[in-house]
């Protein structure tokens, strides 16, 4: 019978006697049995039942010294049931179960006789109602099935038919190869499992289902300790048990429909696999009410555990002792959960089967597509509010084509890695057949299915997500259009791929000292591994995860040390290695957004050689600097973007301007020397060495040239031999005058392709300029600090309570003014009439589906837009300008190239803002 046509959800489940039994044996072995007490307790204790070979030799001996030494009457000690006497029969018959358990490598599951027969009928001829059948247990393994009856030896024992008992209780155990163990030596406790085998489940499935098997982990995963769940799953494939899990609290998220964000979780569960979910959900539901109250005569481990649920940042894993259930050895545990895996992508419900390995602590969900067809997955089904969200039979209806590249170009990222899923996977399994599934729920008009939407939601976390994609996902021509403009040149691909590594490892290879970054220090092995031709994918997988560990810091942890050092916790040199391996596409998927991101960060956190690479690139690689420095250019030009735009500028024309800077070759030199001109002033003595022979050589410009100095020269120049606007009026007469009079007055510059006549203005202006400058900033900065400040709070990221939070509504559009959204239209080229437009559209959800915009607020020339975010906390950056860049709701926004701030209220009532978003 196929794995896959067996309910095992609903097989061999712990039943309510197993309690008794555990308890039972917990309490006499401990000493905190109730006050009935057992008979004859003093001959037991001297039995010590301490789980070794011999002390079932030592119950036969006690077992005939108490039938020789007392009277006994059979009837009279059975039928009158005094409690004493119940419970040293019990305690014997427990015992020994449970030690044939542990011989037979399987813990049993208990019941008494009426459950029994109530299962089996047939049985009862066999076995009458009788004290010897009182308790049976059963022991399923994967190859037979058998019941012992331990009162049936005791009871001979105590009562025998005849002159001498005909029974053991020694050989009624004993089983398995029960002599690999010394007679004094301990019989190791035995576990129980629903009876799945995963590795013989993945056997049975055709390649389509490989991709579903992995998980993309969002990029804080990496910084984070959760990682090591993800470095665990390939050998939960290969080397598991199943048991049941129970939810303590979660990431509200994770019970949101319509939500794509996969978060953490806490749970506990029984690695014996004994604890029924019952008593694993009461148990959780009771863990969970410590985090409003401690009782003061909490252990000292249950009140670490109620301060890790209170943190919501933290995280935990180890065992748990919860005094309701102090017989169950149980474990607790933070686990990433990932949403595909999920029946309908969310927590409906609160108990899970979930996967373990008997080595270490890290667990994960049993993926939904191994349970779809129990009884339990229907249940799920039942109990949910999104049935259109169903995961299954969206994978099964994939186009085999798109399941096999459904994570194409983030490769290195995920596991179990592709070597290690062909090993798990039969090559001769029977093809995959849609048919065999009913057909997923269609999603919501307009919208594509949720299956997209949570890879599209995985993928954006990371910066190739804005360079990386398939333009054949978006259906509306302008998007597209838009969209394939702003991908990068293959040229300039190739170029990066030639590019000769060797003067970056040999700097890699030096040792390196900041007072800021103690962590940093070379990385032998990982060079050695980037000199290597080619890497398995495992290898790449492992060398990409050191390396983000190494290199990258969740935001917990950043939190948790904030205010208490400057010193960061980074490896530079982890990140220098991967902008090294993004960038040139070595042994992964080439994404110089990537690439420039980790070069980037390490430049911010005071690595001088980040600012070296920078310059040498720039230089090596010319066509790259318009990416490499348009964060630099974008903040030069900010402020001063709001000050030509009161004065009539076309946003367009600065643009243009700003790219015609950013392509001129002089200019490039200029912005190449500004990372290097850093270093030095840093103190590093290699760049101050550089900048010498860069300058007296003339590769890099010195002082004197004067107008590709700043990029608001250039600006102001442009647009004057250009569009015929005049605008140098606006410069600082005592700082930059006299400069920019003598790059204007340079009537034989040819950098300029241009027939256009100069349109000279007088200077009188000056002055007056300088006060719009001053007021305009004022302003700016008046409304910033009339901001309310985001309160510092746990990271979004993390687990985080079940109790209902409210988020406030959407203040109502402006309509001060009598104009309607339809005078305007689409044809809206004034930033007031943009907002206005986008006003009367909103509150609306994104593209995304998990970004409500709920209002936009125009003041002093700047943009703010208020945002809803369903998703993982702290938006970064190139997430942020990955939203407006390609959400339609934006277009007017950005044809009037506003000067955009997304007021962002998270998961968990953080409010951040984030200042300058755009679209290049």
Not at 126 to 155: G, K, M, S, W
Not at 205 to 224: M, V
Not at 347 to 359: G, K, Q, R, S
Not at 750 to 768: F, Q
Request: aromatic fraction near 10%.
């Amino acid at each position: 019978m196929s794995i896959f046509l067996k309910d095992f959800l609903a097989d061999y489940q712990s039943t309510q006697i197993n309690d008794e039994v555990l308890g039972t044996l917990h309490a006499f072995l401990n000493g905190t049995a109730d006050e009935t007490g057992w008979l004859f307790e003093r001959e037991i204790k001297a039995c010590k039942l301490d789980y070794t070979l011999a002390s079932l030799k030592r119950i036969d001996a006690m077992l005939d010294r108490i039938r020789e030494s007392q009277t006994l009457d059979r009837e009279t000690f059975l039928v009158n049931r005094k409690p004493e006497n119940s419970h040293f029969l019990v305690l014997l018959a427990f015992y020994c179960g449970e030690m044939r358990g542990r011989l037979a490598g399987v813990a049993p599951i208990w019941q008494a006789y009426e459950s029994y027969i109530a299962e089996n009928p047939e049985m009862q001829n066999i076995f009458p109602a009788i004290d010897e059948y009182r308790f049976v247990a059963t022991y399923h393994r994967a190859d037979n099935i058998n019941q012992h009856f331990p009162l049936v030896a005791i009871l001979e024992r105590l009562f025998p038919e005849f002159d001498e008992p005909e029974k053991s209780v020694y050989f009624s155990t004993i089983t398995g190869d029960y002599q690999a163990f010394a007679p004094d030596e301990v019989v190791p406790p035995a576990f129980q499992s629903l009876p799945f085998d995963l590795q013989a489940a993945c056997q049975d499935l055709s390649a389509h289902w490989q991709s579903y098997l992995q998980i993309l982990p969002p990029k804080w995963l990496f910084g984070d300790d959760l990682i090591s769940q993800i470095k665990a799953i390939p050998t939960l494939y290969q080397k598991s048990r199943v048991v049941w899990g129970a939810l303590v609290q979660a990431n509200k998220m994770l019970f949101e429909e319509d939500n794509a964000t996969s978060c953490p979780a806490e749970i506990i569960y029984d690695k014996a696999g004994r604890t029924p979910p019952r008593l694993l959900r009461e148990i959780a539901s009771d863990l969970f009410s410590l985090k409003n109250k401690t009782p003061s005569h909490l252990t000292s481990q249950l009140k670490q555990y109620a301060t890790h649920l209170k943190n919501e940042s933290t995280r935990f894993k180890g065992s748990l002792t919860f005094p309701a259930a102090e017989y169950v050895q149980l474990h607790a545990s933070t686990v990433f959960v990932w949403r595909p895996h999920l029946p309908d992508a969310m927590l409906t419900l609160p108990i899970f089967p979930i996967v373990i390995n008997d080595d270490n602590d890290d667990v994960m969900i049993l993926p939904a597509k191994f349970w779809a067809h129990t009884e339990y997955y229907q249940k799920w089904l039942e109990m949910s509010e999104r049935a259109s969200q169903e995961i299954v039979p969206m994978w099964a209806h994939l186009p085999s084509e798109k399941a096999s590249r459904f994570w194409q170009n983030y490769d290195e990222l995920l596991t179990p890695q592709s070597d290690v899923l062909a090993k798990l996977f039969n090559p001769n399994a029977l093809p995959h057949n849609p048919n065999d599934f009913r057909q997923p729920e269609p999603p919501e008009t307009g919208k594509p299915s949720f299956l997209i939407r949570l890879r599209n939601a995985a993928q954006k976390d990371y910066p190739r997500w804005m360079e990386i994609f398939d333009l054949n996902e978006f259906t509306d021509p302008e998007t597209r259009a838009s969209l394939a403009k702003d991908k990068l040149p293959p040229s300039l691909y190739q170029v990066l791929k030639q590019l000769d590594l060797n003067p970056f490892l040999q700097d890699l290879e030096e040792a390196f000292q900041a007072a800021n970054l103690p962590k940093t220090k070379p990385l032998p092995k990982v060079l050695a591994a980037l000199k290597q031709p080619q890497l398995s994918p495992t290898q790449t997988a492992s060398l990409v995860q050191f390396l983000l560990q190494q290199g990258d810091v969740s935001l917990s942890k950043l939190l948790e040390n904030e205010g208490k050092t400057t010193q960061h916790p980074n490896n530079t040199t982890a990140l220098l290695c991967l902008a090294i391996l993004y960038l040139t596409g070595k042994h992964v998927p080439q994404s110089i957004e990537e690439g420039l991101s980790w070069l980037d960060y390490a430049s911010k956190l005071g690595d001088s050689r980040a600012l070296r690479w920078q310059t040498k690139l720039a230089l090596d690689c010319p066509s790259l600097v318009p990416i490499l420095f348009k964060d630099f250019l974008r903040k030069e030009m900010v402020n001063f973007n709001l000050v030509l735009m009161n004065e009539g500028c076309s946003p367009l024309a600065i643009n243009e301007a700003v790219k015609a800077y950013a392509q001129n070759p002089k200019a490039q030199k200029w912005l190449a020397r500004r990372p290097l001109q850093t270093a030095y002033e840093q103190g590093d003595k290699i760049a101050e060495q550089l900048l010498k022979t860069y300058l007296d050589n003339g590769t890099l410009p010195s002082q004197d040239e004067d107008k590709f100095l700043s990029v608001q020269f250039w600006v102001i120049d442009y647009l004057l031999h250009h569009k015929n606007q005049d605008y140098t009026y606006l410069i600082d007469k005592n700082k930059q005058y006299e400069q920019l009079g003598d790059i204007i007055e340079d009537d034989d510059d040819d950098d300029y392709e241009t027939d256009e006549p100069p349109a000279w203005h007088k200077w009188a202006k000056w002055a007056a300029a300088i006060v719009v400058i001053f007021g305009i900033k004022t302003c700016v900065s008046d409304w910033r600090a009339s901001e309310p400040k985001p309160t510092p709070v746990a990271e979004p990221t993390v687990s985080g309570s079940l109790k209902t939070q409210t988020t406030p509504t959407a203040a109502p559009a402006t309509t001060a003014d009598s104009q309607t959204a339809e005078n305007i239209g689409n044809d809206a080229v004034s930033l007031s009439d943009a907002v206005f437009v986008l006003q009367q559209k909103l509150p609306k959800t994104a593209f995304t589906g998990q970004h409500e915009i709920e209002s936009v607020h125009f003041d002093n020339q700047l943009v703010t837009v208020k945002i809803k975010d369903k998703g993982r906390g702290m938006m970064s950056i190139q997430a942020a300008n990955g939203l407006y860049c390609r959400e339609p709701l934006f277009d007017g926004l950005r044809v009037a190239n506003a000067v955009v701030i997304f007021d962002v209220h998270a998961q968990g009532d953080l409010r951040y803002e984030i200042s300058d978003v755009h679209c290049q």
